[in-house]
Every structure is written in C-alpha cells, then in structure tokens.
C-alpha cells in the first residue's frame, strides 16, 4: 500500500509541474512585445552594393548594430515594432541618419548613400630644365646640331 500511494503522490507531481510549465510558456509568450526585423541594402549613386557598412539602429534606450556583407545587406533582428532611428556610415561616403517605423515581422530599406566630397592636394615643382643630348654613339653624330639649337634657344629667351 505505500508503494501505491508513492505513486499517486509521483502521478500528482507530475501533473502539476506539467501544469505549472504550460502556465509559464503561455504567460511568456502573451507578455512577449512584438518583434520587427529590418533588413537593410545599402549601394553606392551607381547602385553597386557597399559592404562594410555600419547600420546602428536605435529603439528608446535599446541599440542594435550590424555591418553590410559583399552584396551590401544586414540583417538586424529583434527590433521592438514602431518608430526607429537608422544611422549608416560607410568610408567615402555621407552619412544618413533617418528616423523610420518598422511593423511587426519583416521590413526592407533600400538606400543609396552620396559620396563624400574628395580633395586631392597637388604640389608641383620645377627646376632649371637643360637640353643635353644622351651619350651614345648616334647622338654623338648629332652633338653639333644640339649645341647649335641650345644656342638658338638662348637667343631666343634674351
């Protein structure tokens, strides 16, 4: 007989622990916020896709971050559903920062960011340039005409 009411006793546990676990799956699940994702393409004025790209993105005090791949998408998961701010910074290019609402479940930006402005600084200078013809055994023949032409070329500057 204590045999048997062990096992009432295991037979009651069980149920209730079975119980209390689907109690607290359903709790979980009902007081869980809807989840967004966002993925997001970002290319070049071209249309040639950017990778390496930063994309943070802020929700309230929550921020999430992701980097382009070769094709120039990210993927952030996880987004509460409303209004977000999207920030993307990629080397070379401007900035864009933009506030956006995603809906529960999938959503898809597509930007183009314009390149920054380039300046290349050039610095050139120049000597005294001399006209002397290479020492070679054809040139040899023709010393004479050189000399004769650096000769003209200093009349001329006078």
């Given at each position: 007989m204590a045999r048997s009411g062990t096992i009432d006793c295991?037979?009651?546990l069980r149920h209730?622990?079975?119980a209390l676990v689907?109690?607290?799956?359903?709790?979980?699940?009902?007081?869980?916020a809807p989840a967004a994702t966002l993925r997001v393409t970002i290319a070049d004025p071209s249309g040639a896709p950017i990778a390496g790209?930063?994309?943070r993105v802020s929700a309230g005090s929550a921020?999430?971050?992701?980097?382009?791949?070769a094709r120039?998408?990210?993927?952030?998961?996880?987004?509460?559903?409303?209004e977000i701010t999207l920030d993307v910074q990629a080397e070379n290019f401007i900035a864009r920062r933009q506030t956006v609402s995603v809906r529960m479940g999938e959503n898809h930006?597509?930007?183009?960011?314009?390149l920054a402005p380039h300046k290349d600084a050039v610095t050139v200078t120049a000597g005294e340039v001399r006209?002397?013809?290479?020492a070679n055994a054809h040139t040899q023949l023709f010393s004479g005409v050189f000399e004769a032409a650096l000769q003209v070329h200093a009349l001329l500057r006078l």
């Amino acid at each position: 007989m204590a045999r048997s009411g062990t096992i009432d006793c295991i037979r009651t546990l069980r149920h209730h622990i079975g119980a209390l676990v689907w109690w607290a799956s359903w709790a979980l699940l009902a007081s869980a916020a809807p989840a967004a994702t966002l993925r997001v393409t970002i290319a070049d004025p071209s249309g040639a896709p950017i990778a390496g790209a930063s994309v943070r993105v802020s929700a309230g005090s929550a921020s999430f971050a992701a980097t382009t791949d070769a094709r120039g998408g990210a993927i952030v998961a996880h987004l509460p559903v409303g209004e977000i701010t999207l920030d993307v910074q990629a080397e070379n290019f401007i900035a864009r920062r933009q506030t956006v609402s995603v809906r529960m479940g999938e959503n898809h930006i597509a930007w183009q960011l314009r390149l920054a402005p380039h300046k290349d600084a050039v610095t050139v200078t120049a000597g005294e340039v001399r006209l002397r013809p290479p020492a070679n055994a054809h040139t040899q023949l023709f010393s004479g005409v050189f000399e004769a032409a650096l000769q003209v070329h200093a009349l001329l500057r006078l």
